[in-house]
């Protein structure tokens, strides 16, 4: 049997299904991989299952190869240099159709807890500082009817839409660098400056790293209304998150909701002191049915290369 190293802990149906076509090491740590570490698995093992904060970079590429596939564990792929992945002869696969309506309800999360203060009201209850009900206590912006802006309409951008155009009557407009078609009602808008300028509600989508890192820099981010709302759930890196911390700070948006940060696990300081954030840790896949998917999916990559038939996730 070819050798599998599992590089976090996985759902028991995950590791029960890679064990009945490899044999299968578990690595213990919590932590990622670092590159050295990365290097060492890659000369060691035929095939790994990594995911975010597994760091396998140029760097770990550049001693022996024994290993043929790394199947993520996960649609984002920056923790990987996809690049030197192929030209040392390691395909890359990834979980992209298993996590779409679970991001995407992590989203409307966002976007209901941050216009509505759902944290920053829970926190008052628990203080017990909480004095009963008044007409103008912690009034909130309210949903219904508002103007929702995807940047990045790709799977999880159209279900993000179609959840708040069907749900909460929102109108839609998107912004995407290329032309694109979609079956919900909307609006693609010429440039982002457009788009950040026009919606009440932001929600960015768009895959990581690459051009699209501090997408939403502090120019993007000068745009937006002074009552609008910036939700991430694509990767921590496409906001300028000292730009974002400034706005939020200086009132010149209303408030944000963020599942992602620019260096995970670290939060700043300052954005946790934030009472118009809503902060969550990194939730959008956290649904038992979804990682056991996603872990499926990633075997089943696995188990094509070892089968000797097309990947059906590969990466490009």
Request: aromatic share 4%; hydrophobic share 45%.
């Amino acid at each position: 049997m070819k050798k599998l190293l599992i590089t976090r802990a996985m759902p028991d149906a995950t590791v029960a299904a890679a064990r009945l076509r490899f044999e299968v090491d578990l690595r213990e740590s919590v932590d990622g991989m670092m590159p050295d570490e990365a290097a060492a698995a890659l000369a060691t093992y035929d095939v790994i299952l990594p995911t975010l904060g597994d760091q396998f970079t140029a760097a770990a590429f550049a001693g022996d190869i024994r290993c043929k596939v790394l199947a993520n564990f996960g649609v984002g792929c920056n923790h990987i240099d996809v690049k030197a992945a192929r030209a040392a002869g390691v395909a890359v696969t990834n979980t992209p159709d298993a996590v779409t309506d679970a991001t995407a309800d992590i989203a409307l999360t966002l976007i209901l807890s941050a216009c509505r203060r759902a944290g920053e009201g829970e926190r008052l209850v628990r203080s017990g500082l909480w004095l009963g009900w008044q007409p103008t206590q912690m009034l909130g912006t309210h949903v219904t009817g508002k103007r929702l802006g995807i940047v990045g309409m790709g799977r999880i951008g159209q279900a993000v839409a179609k959840r708040c155009h069907y749900g909460f009557d929102m109108s839609v407009i998107y912004y995407n660098r290329s032309e694109k078609e979609v079956d919900v009602p909307s609006r693609q808008v010429e440039s982002l400056n457009a788009l950040m300028s026009q919606a009440d509600i932001i929600v960015i989508t768009v895959p990581e790293g690459g051009s699209n890192t501090n997408l939403i820099s502090a120019e993007m981010i000068a745009e937006m209304q002074k009552t609008a709302v910036l939700v991430n759930v694509a990767r921590g890196d496409v906001v300028d998150e000292p730009a974002l911390i400034a706005a939020l700070q200086e009132g010149r948006i209303a408030a944000a909701g963020l599942d992602v940060y620019a260096r995970e696990p670290l939060v700043p300081q300052e954005l946790r002191e934030l009472e118009n954030v809503v902060l969550l840790p990194h939730l959008g896949t956290a649904a038992l049915e979804v990682r056991e998917a996603m872990g499926q999916m990633a075997v089943d990559n696995l188990i094509a290369w070892a089968d000797g038939v097309p990947l059906p996730q590969l990466v490009n």
